[in-house]
T-cell receptor
Framework: DAMVIQNPRYQVTQFGKPVTLSCSQT?????MYWYQQKSSQAPKLLFH???????NEADTPDNFQSRRPNTSFCFLDIRSPGLGDAAMYLC?????????????FGSGTRLTVV | GENVEQHPSTLSVQEGDSAVIKCTYS??????FPWYKQELGKGPQLIID?????GEKKDQRIAVTLNKTAKHFSLHITETQPEDSAVYFC????????????FGQGTELSVKP
């Protein structure tokens, strides 16, 4: 089945140690999104790629970066994780913005910072 | 930018009763309104969606209504079951700017047997 896959499901990293989360899709969707979801809160958009064009949200900290080497893969890099970055990170995809074709979410990666 | 408000934040109903969750949005350009169910430790799962050219949509026990003039939309769950217990999120997006999906704050639904 076509889907969005996030690896790993659980990630533990040390305070200040760079960490990378990955997302892959078999849907051939041209838009990929990264959301941060803290406990009991709504998912918050960090940034998205429209094809190769990177779009950063104004309030996304510089500590968060993203790479999209090809259509299928997108990475979230956290350069120096702090305790406040512990959260569920959700990847989503859509075709041309989603209003016509919807969005598909991965199962998320839960990041713990120790 | 778009802002989505969702109420109530918690909702407790008896099994078999109906549950209604309401959302309002601010951007009149928004044209797509999905609802997601999120169980503990999992990603959001789409349960129903509606586009701006439709006023109501139903899928078995779940229905969504949209009032474009008032900029609000609602989720209706009938004959609730314990397995409906979860956090529900409404969201809104447009075709512009890559169609960013903006979420409401979520409603924790508890269905008591």
């Amino acid at each position: 089945d076509a889907m969005v896959i996030q690896n790993p499901r659980y990630q533990v990293t040390q305070f200040g140690k760079p960490v990378t989360l990955s997302c892959s899709q078999t849907l051939n969707h041209n838009v990929m999104y990264w959301y941060q979801q803290k406990s009991s809160q709504a998912p918050k958009l960090l940034f998205h790629y429209y094809d190769k064009d990177f779009n950063n949200e104004a309030d996304t900290p510089d500590n968060f970066q993203s790479r999209r080497p090809n259509t299928s893969f997108c990475f979230l890099d956290i350069r120096s994780p702090g305790l406040g970055d512990a959260a569920m990170y959700l990847c989503a995809t859509s075709s041309y913005g989603g209003a016509n074709y919807g969005y598909t979410f991965g199962s998320g990666t839960r990041l713990t910072v120790v | 930018g778009e802002n989505v408000e969702q109420h109530p934040s918690t909702l407790s109903v008896q099994e078999g009763d109906s549950a209604v969750i309401k959302c309002t949005y601010s951007d009149s350009a928004s044209n797509y309104f999905p609802w997601y169910k999120q169980e503990l430790g999992k990603g959001p799962q789409l349960i129903i969606d509606i586009r701006s050219n439709v006023g109501e949509k139903k899928d078995q026990r779940i229905a969504v209504t949209l009032n474009k003039t008032a900029k609000h939309f609602s989720l209706h769950i009938t004959e609730t079951q314990p397995e409906d217990s979860a956090v529900y999120f409404c969201a809104a997006s447009t075709d512009n700017q890559g169609g960013k999906l903006i979420f409401g704050q979520g409603t924790e639904l508890s269905v008591k047997p």
